[in-house]
């Protein structure tokens, strides 16, 4: 049986999927490497959870490794969670 997600549970998501990923600091750290329109991902358990949740299509290169895909914006997001709580989205 499917569990219908709470009000809290859904607030919880928003503000996950609203926080923008800080990808030059993940860059920096060495946990991504951009690749054009994606991202190769060198340690998954680095991620921030809120990015990981973020993820949005997942591919392999010709060598194998890792490549994903983040949403361009984080607006829409940010507009349910302000929608669910009455309060701007503020990192």
Not at 7 to 27: G, N, Y
Not at 62 to 84: D, E, H, I, T
Request: glycine share 4%; with cysteine; charged share 35%.
């Amino acid at each position: 049986m499917t569990k219908i997600p709470i009000r809290e549970e859904i607030i919880e998501l928003a503000r996950k999927l609203a926080t923008p990923v800080d990808f030059e600091q993940l860059e920096k750290e060495g946990v991504i490497e951009k690749k054009g329109a994606w991202y190769k991902v060198k340690d998954f358990k680095s991620l921030p959870v809120h990015a990981y949740d973020q993820i949005r299509s997942v591919k392999n290169d010709s060598n194998g490794n890792c490549l994903v895909q983040f949403p361009k914006s984080w607006k829409r997001a940010q507009q349910l969670y302000r929608r669910m709580t009455g309060k701007e989205f503020d990192e």
